[in-house]
């Protein structure tokens, strides 16, 4: 199995905070993977550093064998939990922009994932309720052909039916070729999409293994389980 | 499909497909949805999908074409004995759900006479 | 880099459109008043007036809009995406220079253009002595003030750039930005600029029995230091965007 991203003793500290320590991650392609725990223990912090808006204090990642740099933006496709479009945009310019920016966009498979999440492509990106920016913003980031795709959170405030939208699409871009990490709060829905897990607390991996064996081992969900670690 | 999340989810997609396969749900030799769209269709990741299918390949279910698919055995000999496995199974859950009740094995053959 | 010029412009181009197109229609109407004879002398002084003031305020817009192209990068949601799109820091800054030069060319133009034709319709004969002497020294020093104000952009990018380097929250950014910028400026003045300053031209410039005009000139070697000086705003500031930030 490839391996896709590499981090080796992975440390961010934040003034005296230690968001991640020494954290040692390995994602393999064909694979999807979630890293879960509760809010505040470095999830978020380990994707953006992958995706190249933090820098390391300490330890390594590489990605695709390479440093974070514009290569390795190239082939990842990062969905953060913020609105992160610029507010001049309609959901038209979003596309372009993307399409413009990324060797890998596939415009047609945004377009109709456009339709199937109900969006309209002369909506200003302003004028979006929570549910439809978190439709949009997982349209664009699932319409790249990534290498590797992160995803923070990217149900968290959304009303169930996009809820299914969006696991449908995630499950519809999964390839043998690319990885997919998952990084949530709310298991119960996405813990059967699940190949690997890795629980992060405190910066720390508390745990990790294979999503079924550990239901065989423990007996029990993966939801269940966090909540008992946790 | 309902899954329970606490027991591996390849082993539920396997017993249903037996199951399928045995009420005639899925017919002998009938070719079975991909790994895409079975994982679609539950919503489960596809590498899940992919071991329930090579595991159901390995007890000689299924068998899978390569480029092709996987199809449901055509073997009658093999459907039957998995007819015979899954039936062994409910009666065995029947019978020691009676037995934790208090039944025993006599009082459960005439209770069970009744409501046939 | 064009494609991110493209988005520059696409972005905020009527705005583009409106001041200039402003400032032309300003300069037009005030020629138009100054050609016909009613008006009288004074009025041409106000025209003037009038004409360098609305020049100014279009000047200050395209300075804070520049400033603030790269700051909403830095500070605001925004920069998840810029940061994330494959493209070097220096192209990011690039983009958005090329456009605050563009502009500043573009209003340099105009404001120098209709200036120049107000200023001749003055009747004093003794402009004509001050023209011929200021349209020697009128180039280099436009383009000093110019590169001047371009770097001056172009220093605050690297203030908050670097802030955005050293501090992570947003709490104490403006704070250190600020100081970062004045301890920028205060270096430079004396030790970059101060031993030239020695050299500087104080040109003088009598307009017969009335005032002098001092124009301060160090021709094109004072525009060539401000030259080298964006080059090494601009590499420090890319070097930090693409190796150093925290977003």
């Not at chain 1, 064998?65 to 953060?80: A, E, F, R």
């Not at chain 1, 372009?96 to 456009?114: I, P, Q």
């Not at chain 2, 606490?6 to 082993?11: A, D, G, Q, R, T």
Request: with cysteine; hydrophobic share 45%.
């Amino acid at each position: 199995m490839e391996q896709i991203l590499k981090a080796t003793q992975l440390s961010k500290y934040f003034y005296q905070k230690k968001a991640l320590n020494k954290v040692d991650i390995n994602i393999e392609k064909g694979n999807i993977y979630g890293i879960l725990g509760p809010n505040g223990g470095g999830k978020s912090t380990f994707l953006k550093i992958a995706a190249g808006l933090l820098k390391p204090s300490q330890g390594e990642i590489t990605i695709d064998n390479k440093k974070p740099g514009v290569y390795t933006k190239s082939i990842i496709s990062y969905l953060p939990e913020t609105n992160y479009l610029y507010k001049w945009m309609k959901i038209k310019d979003a596309l372009n922009f993307f399409k413009d920016l990324y060797a890998d966009f596939d415009t047609e498979r945004a377009r109709e994932s456009l339709k199937f999440m109900e969006l309209e492509e002369e909506e200003k990106v302003t004028s979006l309720s929570k549910g439809m920016m978190g439709r949009l913003k997982l349209t664009l980031a699932l319409s790249r052909k990534a290498k590797l795709y992160l995803l923070d959170e990217p149900l968290n405030g959304i009303d169930p039916i996009s809820r299914e939208k969006i696991i449908t699409s995630i499950l519809d871009s999964y390839s043998e070729k690319a990885s997919i990490l998952i990084c949530s709060h709310l298991i119960y829905y996405i813990e059967k999409l699940l190949d690997y897990v890795f629980f992060l607390s405190e910066g720390r991996i508390i745990l990790s293994g294979n999503a079924e064996e550990l239901r065989n081992k423990r007996g029990m969900s993966i939801d269940k389980l966090f909540q008992e670690v946790f | 499909m309902e899954f329970n999340n606490s027991i591996p989810i390849y082993l539920q997609i396997i017993d249903s497909i037996k199951k399928d396969i045995v009420v005639g749900k899925l017919k002998t030799g009938q070719k079975m949805p991909s790994v895409r769209e079975l994982a679609a269709i539950l919503k489960v990741n596809p590498n899940t999908i992919q071991r329930a299918y090579q595991e159901l390949d390995r007890e000689k279910i299924t068998f899978t074409k390569r480029g092709m698919g996987t199809y449901v055995t055509e073997e009658k000999k093999t459907i039957n004995s998995l007819m015979q496995e899954i039936s062994k199974k409910i009666i065995l859950d029947f019978v020691e759900g009676m037995n934790k009740l208090g039944f025993s094995n006599k009082e459960l053959i005439n209770t069970l006479k009744e409501y046939l | 880099m064009m494609t991110l010029l493209k988005y520059e412009i696409y972005r905020r181009w009527r705005w583009l459109v409106l001041r200039y197109v402003a400032l032309i229609i300003i300069g037009i109407i005030l020629l138009n008043r100054v050609a016909s004879p009613a008006y009288q002398n004074e009025f041409i002084g106000e025209s003037i007036g009038k004409f360098i003031f609305a020049s100014l305020v279009i000047f200050i817009i395209v300075i804070v809009e520049g400033i603030n192209m790269l700051k909403e990068d830095l500070f605001e949601e925004c920069g998840y995406l810029t940061f994330t799109i494959p493209k070097k820091g220096r192209t990011v800054l690039a983009s958005k220079l090329v456009l605050l030069f563009l502009q500043l060319s573009f209003w340099t133009m105009i404001s120098i253009g209709f200036g120049s034709i107000l200023f001749s319709k003055l009747p004093y004969p003794e402009i004509v002595q001050i023209e011929t002497q200021i349209n020697f020294y009128l180039f280099p020093t436009v383009l000093f003030i110019l590169t001047a104000f371009f770097n001056f952009v172009l220093m605050v990018h690297f203030s908050l750039t670097l802030t955005k380097t050293l501090l992570v929250n947003k709490r104490y950014s403006s704070l250190l930005s600020t100081g970062i910028f004045f301890f920028l400026i205060y270096f430079i003045e004396k030790v970059y600029y101060g031993p030239f300053l020695n050299q500087l031209n104080h040109v003088s410039i009598e307009i017969g029995s009335r005032s002098n005009i001092n124009l301060l000139s160090g021709g094109y070697p004072a525009v060539f230091l401000n030259i080298i000086l964006t080059a090494i705003f601009f590499t420090a500031t890319a070097y930090l965007l693409e190796n150093k930030i925290n977003i």
